[in-house]
């Protein structure tokens, strides 16, 4: 039997897999979304249970993202989709205080060892109760972390200007 290739899947053009981290909510799938309208999205009443997937090709690279649940009872999940990762994003929503949760996910994070961008979404119309330097604090010290971007997720532009730093 011969086994060939997807026509979809190019050798010559570098792959990166990028996970998305963060509690329920935060705006990972609408992240992905605003790039990859046709992605997929595992969910149950609007809640991502499973993983959410789109590939997206961008100044000669292929990124693969992968939308992780936000739920506590998801993690090990989020440990599966996160093999053999080349970065993670960590969303915030800054509508939201920091809570226990997010830490509990930044901690999953340093355990794997993966060079991460906290992305700090500023949701329209929400006040923001979650500050930059609220996110740079609680993530500075933990390695791999390469820096913040604050914007609205739903705004193409600024999905972009993260692929920009991967």
Same mark, same amino acid.
Request: hydrophobic fraction near 40%; proline fraction near 5%.
């Given at each position: 039997?011969?086994?060939?290739? !997807?026509?979809?899947?190019?050798p ?14 935060? %705006?990972? !799938?609408?992240?992905? !979304? @605003? ?8 969910? #149950? ?6 993983? /959410?997937?789109? @590939?997206?090709r ?9 939308? @992780? ?5 998801? &993690? ?7 093999? &053999?990762?080349? #970065?993670?994003?960590? $969303? ?5 205080? *920091?809570?226990?949760? =997010? ?8 355990g794997? !060892? ?5 992305? *700090?979404?500023?949701?329209?119309? #929400? ?6 330097? =609220? ?5 500075? /010290? ?11 997720v739903? =705004?193409? %532009?600024?999905?972009?200007? $993260?692929?920009?730093?991967?």
């Amino acid at each position: 039997m011969k086994i060939t290739p !997807s026509v979809f899947y190019n050798p010559a053009m570098p792959l990166k897999k990028i996970v998305i981290f963060g509690k329920g909510e935060a %705006g990972k !799938s609408t992240f992905i !979304s @605003t790039i990859i309208p046709d992605a997929i999205n595992v969910n #149950h009443r609007g809640r991502t249970i499973a993983l /959410d997937f789109g @590939t997206y090709r961008h100044n000669g690279r292929e990124f693969h993202f992968y939308g @992780t649940p936000g739920q506590a009872r998801f &993690n090990c999940i989020r440990d599966i989709l996160a093999l &053999n990762a080349h #970065h993670a994003l960590m $969303v915030f929503d800054a509508s939201r205080p *920091l809570e226990i949760t =997010d830490s509990d996910i930044l901690r999953e994070i340093e355990g794997l !060892s993966l060079p991460f961008f906290a992305i *700090l979404n500023l949701k329209r119309g #929400h006040k923001s109760p979650l500050s930059e330097s =609220d996110v740079s604090g609680i993530c500075k /010290d933990i390695p791999g972390y390469r820096g913040l971007f604050c914007g609205d997720v739903k =705004d193409q %532009g600024f999905v972009i200007s $993260v692929l920009n730093a991967l």
